[in-house]
């Protein structure tokens, strides 16, 4: 009869140990998915600055329009990740006028 109630006591350990990593794991997602929430809202922001900056229509107005097109692909990138956040994000690639971009 100990035998029994020692089997239980594993079984329903184990499950535990489940039920806990399922939550932890629940919780890192959650956090992971708020951060890209927010990267994907500061980008956005950066986007609208920069194609209020390019509507000026002055001889920058081509830069203001990629650096605008940068952040749109970033805010499109973190908005994607924000919905799968157990997915790996590729780095950011390096901003117009970065030497090394080109």
Known sequence: MSMHMLRFR???LMMA???VAALIWGAMMGIR???Y?????FYASQERG???MAA???EKEAFR???AAYFRDLTRKYRRAMWHPWLPVAPDPYAPGHPERH
Request: glycine share 8%.
């Open 10 to 12: 594993i079984r329903t």
């Open 17 to 19: 140990v489940g039920v």
């Open 33 to 35: 998915s708020y951060d």
């Open 37 to 41: 929430f927010k990267q994907a809202r």
């Open 50 to 52: 920069w194609r209020i």
């Open 56 to 58: 000026r229509g002055d």
């Open 65 to 67: 329009r990629e650096c």
